[in-house]
């Protein structure tokens, strides 16, 4: 969970030009990346920490830059709390899904290796950059976690059974080469 505590939400209201497309798509994967979730078309809010107020002050200026318009606003849900959070929530499970399911393709390729007696350091220094960044997505989705969503604990086990899988793989690379093989 966010070590900073959400203190109401923080609502962003943009406009980016027609054309070229990309700036809207631009504005969309990082307002994805974020993790926000839109109330509706250019209404994209997250929990208020001063990590996202700032993130959402930079954003709010590259609209600006691509001549848009966006206002950021500090907001307390009067009406409708519970379905804007568990929107959230939704949001943030789906990412650890997406994690859990990542996992379950790394797992398959590290058991792909022990079937066909491939054990070399190429193929586990691919591994370990593979796992590397699930660690790190995992990390981001946490950090933007900020209501502790139930998704969270099957994604660090699945990630868990990873590094499990890919030590032991690294025991048989290095059992081969003792071996001279």
């Given at each position: 969970m966010n070590e900073e505590s959400p203190q109401g939400w923080l609502v962003l209201v943009y406009r980016v030009p027609p054309d070229p497309t990309r700036l809207r798509a631009t504005v969309w994967r990082r307002i994805k990346s974020l993790?926000?979730?839109y109330l509706?078309?250019?209404v994209a809010a997250l929990p208020a920490t001063p990590a996202t107020e700032r993130a959402l002050r930079k954003l709010r200026r590259e609209i600006l830059d691509m001549q848009g318009t966006a206002v950021l606003i500090s907001a307390a849900v009067l009406a409708g709390e519970t379905e804007v959070?568990?929107?959230?929530?939704a949001a943030r499970n789906d990412e650890y899904e997406e994690i859990v399911d990542r996992c379950q393709d790394f797992l398959q390729q590290v058991q792909k290796e022990y079937t066909a007696n491939h054990y070399s350091y190429a193929e586990l220094e691919e591994n370990e950059v593979d796992l590397v960044k699930l660690r790190n997505w995992l990390a981001k989705v946490a950090d933007r976690d900020a209501f502790g969503a139930d998704g969270r604990p099957p994604a660090e086990k699945a990630l868990a059974e990873c590094e499990q899988s890919?030590?032991?793989?690294?025991?048989?690379v290095y059992a081969e080469e003792a071996e001279g093989h």
């Open positions: 993790g926000a979730i509706q078309n250019s959070r568990n929107a959230f929530q890919l030590e032991a793989y690294a025991a048989r």
